[in-house]
């Protein structure tokens, strides 16, 4: 097999280039008619990546979507997901929420998500009556990421995560827990 190779043309094609290989024929023609010059250069290998597999989170979609009967429990996600990740990627946007839904559906901390983010000494943010109101690209960012969590949008090895804390802070209770995930600067845990 013949390596492959650009060209750069010259003449009424100029700025053009192209591989060789089924037009080197009609190139060729062109260059013994003089209409072009062909210059050819060796196009360097491609580089190649091992990847290894990967078993950390993945976003995934989930048959379950979330209904909501008023705008506030989406409101309540969404300033959530703004005030513990508003810096995080997508994925840890929405591993935040994915938590609020897991503490949901165990009643601890009430059934809905206004419950769950408001139940005492849960949310830390929830507490501080000096907070601005979201706003900005952050904001947008917040609220989109909950729009994909309540249409589906989960993180696989967190289903059944209902705790995390930032890597910078030192709890009591993540001793008693085990760490599923690192994603962002949360750690996730699983009692």
């Not at 990967?54 to 705008?71: H, M, R, T």
């Not at 995560?161 to 802070?169: C, I, L």
Request: net charge positive; charged share 25%.
């Amino acid at each position: 097999m013949n390596p492959i190779v650009a060209l750069s043309i010259v003449g009424a094609l100029a700025g053009t280039t192209y591989v060789l290989n089924d037009h080197e024929n009609r190139i060729r023609s062109l260059e013994n008619a003089g209409e072009v010059s062909v210059t050819l250069e060796k196009v360097p290998e491609p580089k190649v990546i091992e990847v290894k597999e990967y078993n950390g989170p993945q976003l995934y979609k989930d048959k379950v979507k979330i209904v909501f009967n008023d705008k506030k429990e989406f409101d309540c996600l969404s300033r959530n997901i703004y005030f513990e990740s508003r810096g995080e990627t997508l994925i840890g946007k929405i591993s935040v929420a994915q938590t609020v839904l897991n503490r949901a559906e165990t009643g601890k901390w009430g059934y809905s998500f206004c419950s769950v983010i408001y139940a005492p000494h849960q949310y830390s943010w929830t507490s501080n009556k000096k907070l601005k109101e979201p706003h900005g690209p952050s904001w947008e960012s917040s609220k989109n990421a909950a729009r994909l969590f309540v249409n589906g949008t989960r993180v696989r090895t967190l289903e059944q995560v209902k705790h995390y804390h930032t890597a910078k802070v030192n709890t009591r209770w993540d001793d008693k827990m085990e760490m599923v995930a690192s994603i962002g600067s949360h750690q996730f845990y699983e009692e």
